[in-house]
């Protein structure tokens, strides 16, 4: 689940991204960064009982569940892990996957963005187009929520603008990751839900469902304009 460090004698946790390196505060917030910045299934795999990023189902089982039983059928370990070839002492070469991160330069917003998948990048390209949307902006605020006994923040994905005076906030997710199941993403949602709701704004977790939509109403604008 990631490398615990004490910070410079202060006895202050920080914990450390096992896919990158990078450095957090929280275990939770480094569990949110592995969720969104990662690739499932080969960077990291999600524990089906408490929801953390984690490598090696089977070790996490015995060393936090170990009265659980592991539950079947499921991948057990991430896919990128070096395994020896049969017979021998070597281990078989592997390509760590790459990941479409970047900058996207957006007229509408005025500044860069910068994408975590390609997912987000799509999105932000077919906005650029839709001329419903006068300006939209990336991770523009954050609020509170509270999951498993402790607050936490949620940075909201999107802030869209449209031509007729509405917002709509945006969450851009893997439909594999919006089930009951996740049950930190539903906290969030459902506090991004309220305060959507008191601001007069329209709160909506967009998938790869939504984003097959917005290409159609894209093309239909097209056709108009010809």
Not at 21 to 50: Q, W
Not at 71 to 98: E, L
Request: hydrophobic share 30%; aromatic share 14%.
């Amino acid at each position: 689940m990631g490398l615990f460090f004490e910070d410079g004698g202060r006895n202050k946790r920080s914990w450390q991204c096992f896919c990158c390196g990078v450095f957090y505060d929280s275990l939770e917030i480094m569990n949110e960064h592995i969720i969104a910045s990662h690739e499932k299934g080969r960077e990291y795999i999600e524990c089906p009982t408490c929801h953390f990023c984690i490598r090696d189902l089977k070790i996490h089982f015995a060393v936090k569940h170990p009265k659980r039983i592991m539950p079947k059928d499921v991948q057990t370990r991430v896919t990128i892990w070096h395994d020896f070839k049969p017979g021998t002492s070597k281990k078989k070469k592997t390509r760590k996957p790459h990941f479409r991160q970047g900058s996207f330069s957006s007229k509408k917003s005025g500044c860069d963005i910068h994408y975590r998948s390609g997912m987000e990048e799509e999105f932000y390209n077919l906005l650029e187009q839709d001329s419903d949307v006068e300006s939209y902006f990336a991770e523009p605020f954050k609020i509170p929520y509270f999951y498993n006994g402790k607050w936490h923040d949620y940075i909201v994905d999107l802030r869209i603008n449209y031509t007729d005076g509405s917002t709509e906030i945006w969450e851009i997710k893997p439909a594999t990751q919006t089930g009951p199941e996740y049950e930190q993403n539903q906290a969030k949602w459902a506090s991004m839900h309220n305060h959507a709701q008191n601001m007069g704004w329209q709160f909506i977790v967009q998938t790869e469902v939504a984003l097959g939509k917005l290409k159609k109403k894209i093309a239909r604008q097209r056709q108009l304009l010809n």
